[in-house]
């Protein structure tokens, strides 16, 4: 096990208050009902949520479109 604890929510995106950038520089794996996920953007434990990329399409200010899907959340360290 790991001495870090992982927040209960987390964003890849700098602007959101949920973003930790020494977190994400030391590897956060996301499992989502059981799978891997690689492209994930936010995710929330409590509420059982992801955020994802939809490919490559950004909105008119240049951020990624996402999709929230709802599952078993589970973050770990990766390493």
């Known amino acids: ?3 870090i604890s992982l ?4 964003s890849t995106n700098p ?3 949920h973003y930790d950038e020494a977190l ?3 590897g956060v794996g996301i499992k989502f009902d059981g799978e891997e996920k690689t ?3 936010e995710y929330c434990v409590s509420e ?6 939809l490919g ?11 999709i929230k899907l709802k599952g078993k959340v589970e973050p770990y360290m990766r390493g």
Do not use: C, F
Request: net charge positive; aromatic share 4%; proline share 9%.
């Open 7 to 10: 927040p209960d929510r987390l």
């Open 48 to 53: 059982g949520w992801i955020r994802v990329a």
């Open 39 to 41: 492209n994930v953007e």
């Open 56 to 66: 490559k399409t950004v909105d008119r200010k240049g951020n990624p479109l996402t």
């Open 15 to 17: 602007k959101s208050p």
């Open 1 to 3: 096990m790991t001495d």
């Open 24 to 26: 994400l520089q030391k």
